[in-house]
């Protein structure tokens, strides 16, 4: 189960309007679509935007909004006594993170198809703080969980990672830390959602000693200024990384054009490509953000504005798409969805 969760650290940096708020619990949720409906119509009144997915086990999201609108939606949701143990991880940003507003029901909050249930049993969780302790011990192996496109941007020194797209794939590639059985294993992901799930698979395939991030990187960054995180951390909105280490920052990325060390990831700018990789600052300039040269001339190349960042087409888009069951007793719907 979850540890006692202390408020929110708010940001203090620069006085920025905008939060972006990452969360998860594992709790049950009964009638997902109906709590679906509820859940879309606050963020539609508080023009919060980003995604939020809904599952019988549970809660996972990360949206963005005003401070005060983020405010109300976790006062709002630790109202709820389903979700008074949610750990919001929240970071200032200087626009809204996200373009859109999906809010989805499916079968699990984070895809992996794992045997497990972290509801009935997990790796010990351990916060930012005791993780800083521990991290260096000699009988300690760091694990991380995500995929290959994020850990080749950032991951802890040290740390085992492996060559996933998906945590699907996590079964194939637990045999390559099976020699390890006898070590004190630590995951950790983004923000501790895919390590519930993780640990909770690699107790189950005899790891004795297990033991999570709670609060993954995101907030190990927050609370403890990410000592010893060599380059960003990769996140899913529209910053694409975001940086966590002011203790002793460094970048493990190196330009996929001209091996310079970067943490910028970019999308190539050819729409069929859409390649996700790092690019510095001034070769994403002279290849106007594309990959290769044959992909800067391809006729539907899009602009580069110096993001390398390209939200699917948003022209027309109104948040009440995909808010059906009681939209048109309280909104007027234009686009007949
Ligand atoms: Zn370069
Ligand atoms: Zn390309």
Redesign the pocket.
Known sequence: MYPETAPPIQPTGPETQFRVVLFYIYTPIDQPEVYRDEHHRFCLEHNLLGRVIIAEEGLNGSVSGLAADCAAYMAWLYADPRFAAIDFKIESSEKPAFQKLHVRVKTEIVNSDLPVDPLIRTGIHLEPAAFKMMKNNPDVVLVDMRSRYEHEVGKFKSAITFEMDNLRELPEHVQEIEHLKDKKIITYCTGGVKCEKASAYLLEQGFQNVYQLHGGIIKYGLEEGGEDFDGACYVFDNRVTTEVNRVNPSTVAHCHLCNTPTNRMVN???PE???HLPICAACGWTLEG???T??RE?PRKRHYDGTGYYPRETNGYTPLLGYRSQAKEKFSLKTGA
């Open positions: 190539c700018a050819n490509c859409n390649d594309s990959c290769s044959d992909c391809h």
